[in-house]
């Protein structure tokens, strides 16, 4: 049987390659001094998604959760502010990270103050993130009319695939093993849907370029 520690450390080392998928969409940005072609859903999205179960961890006491959230909120509030930086659309890119953050703010102070009880607070947040996490995974399912009707597979990325189907299989084992079925349940779809992705690579490989970045976590 896998240890705690050893599924612990898996759940590191592949969240973390996952997040720094969104290194390839960075490079891009300096290189070409531009977000042409470079999707800020995604970044914002997991920063969320990084944050919420950041609190959860803090809540849990479970420092697997608040290590990988902590780097992961790092890596995409810098994805965030190079798209601020490079891109034309500034505003319209502020709004949504003000919203965002208004957001955020109103579920934190929530839980903070009409939510005492500290196990009703956290099986409320679980729920929240599972949901929220849950969504994300799905979000690439988009695309699949697309890629069927192009037979190309140039909106997905391979490394993204492979580096989600670890990173869902480690959180699950290390759900089970926690006993915690709001880290569990979360993580089922992204095994799911990365095999979906690999049926579609192997049924309609291409040899183009794939750099499509949407990422997701514990």
Same mark, same amino acid.
């Given at each position: 049987?896998?240890?705690?520690?050893?599924?612990?450390?898996?759940?590191?080392?592949? !969240?973390?390659?996952?997040? +720094?998928?969104?290194?390839?969409?960075?490079?891009?940005?300096?290189?070409?001094?531009?977000?042409?072609?470079?999707?800020? %859903?995604?970044? %914002? +999205?997991?920063?969320? *998604? *990084?944050?919420?179960?950041?609190?959860?961890?803090?809540?849990?006491?479970?420092?697997?959760?608040?290590?990988? *959230?902590?780097?992961?909120?790092?890596?995409?509030?810098?994805?965030?502010?190079?798209?601020?930086?490079?891109?034309?659309?500034?505003?319209?890119?502020?709004?949504?990270?003000?919203?965002?953050?208004?957001?955020?703010?109103?579920?934190?102070?929530?839980? +903070?103050?009409? @939510?005492?009880?500290?196990?009703?607070?956290?099986?409320?947040?679980?729920?929240?993130?599972?949901?929220?996490?849950?969504?994300?995974?799905?979000?690439?399912?988009?695309?699949?009319?697309? @890629?069927?009707?192009?037979?190309?597979?140039?909106?997905?990325?391979?490394?993204? !695939?492979?580096?989600?189907?670890?990173?869902?299989? &480690?959180?699950?084992?290390?759900?089970?093993?926690? &006993?915690?079925?709001?880290?569990?349940?979360? *993580?089922?779809?992204? @095994?799911? !849907?990365?095999?979906?992705?690999?049926?579609?690579?192997?049924?309609?490989?291409?040899?183009?370029?794939?750099?499509?970045?949407?990422?997701?976590?514990?």
């Amino acid at each position: 049987m896998l240890t705690l520690e050893f599924v612990s450390w898996c759940c590191i080392v592949f !969240t973390i390659w996952m997040f +720094s998928t969104g290194l390839a969409d960075l490079r891009r940005m300096v290189s070409g001094n531009s977000t042409d072609n470079i999707q800020f %859903l995604p970044f %914002l +999205s997991t920063a969320i *998604n *990084n944050l919420g179960w950041l609190y959860y961890g803090q809540l849990k006491s479970d420092w697997t959760l608040m290590t990988v *959230n902590s780097i992961g909120a790092t890596l995409q509030m810098c994805y965030i502010l190079a798209y601020l930086y490079f891109s034309t659309e500034k505003v319209q890119v502020a709004a949504k990270v003000t919203f965002a953050g208004a957001i955020l703010t109103t579920v934190y102070l929530y839980f +903070s103050i009409l @939510i005492s009880d500290p196990v009703n607070r956290l099986n409320q947040l679980g729920l929240i993130c599972s949901a929220f996490t849950i969504s994300m995974y799905l979000s690439p399912l988009a695309d699949l009319a697309k @890629i069927i009707r192009t037979r190309s597979t140039k909106c997905l990325s391979f490394s993204l !695939t492979v580096a989600t189907i670890l990173t869902s299989t &480690s959180w699950t084992l290390y759900g089970l093993q926690m &006993s915690d079925y709001y880290i569990v349940v979360p *993580n089922v779809p992204g @095994i799911l !849907t990365s095999l979906v992705r690999f049926y579609l690579f192997w049924s309609f490989s291409s040899g183009q370029e794939k750099y499509a970045y949407r990422p997701v976590q514990a």
